[in-house]
């Protein structure tokens, strides 16, 4: 037994290590190649004394979502799935419907992974926007999140934009 565990702790950390390259290059994937859009905000603007500066997102399609399963007892919103949404030509996604299962959608739609641990809680993964102490009021002028999505309903915040879809660059 002692003889495998130098090998056992290798492979483990060779494991690990395989994963996190993976889910980098996965990431750094939809960066580059993935498809811009824009999702309505309805912001809240906490501070955290661990963490720093950072705005707390909430999106408005989780507004809809809670309207339109929140009063209807006969449909109940799934745990996890993919939100289908509808890009217009400027890029700005509006819900469209929820789907348990990903498929392939036109070039003015697109998925993205949700969670929901209840129903006025609808998460997409990028509920957070950190940014340096002292810029906060940059950012008081967000009215969209940017996001980067692939073709899976993976989905990457890369940055805030104002009303008129500007991205909001913070201060060097």
Known sequence: MLKFKPLFIVLNLGLVLGYFTWATFSKENILHQGKTLYLPLAPV??????QGDYM????SISDTI????????????PKRGYLQLAIDQRGVAE???????????GPNMALVN???PSLWNVNIG???????EGQASLFDSACYGVLKIDGHGHSVLVGLAD??????????
């Open 56 to 59: 707390r997102l909430r999106y």
């Open 66 to 77: 809670s309207q339109v399963y929140g009063y209807n007892d006969s449909i109940k919103l």
């Open 163 to 172: 009303r008129h879809l500007r991205v909001i660059k913070p201060k060097p």
């Open 126 to 132: 990028a509920e957070s926007y950190f940014f340096q």
């Open 114 to 116: 949700y969670t929901a």
């Open 45 to 50: 603007d906490p501070r955290s004394l661990m």
């Open 95 to 105: 819900f469209d419907s929820v789907l348990t299962m990903a498929k392939q959608v």
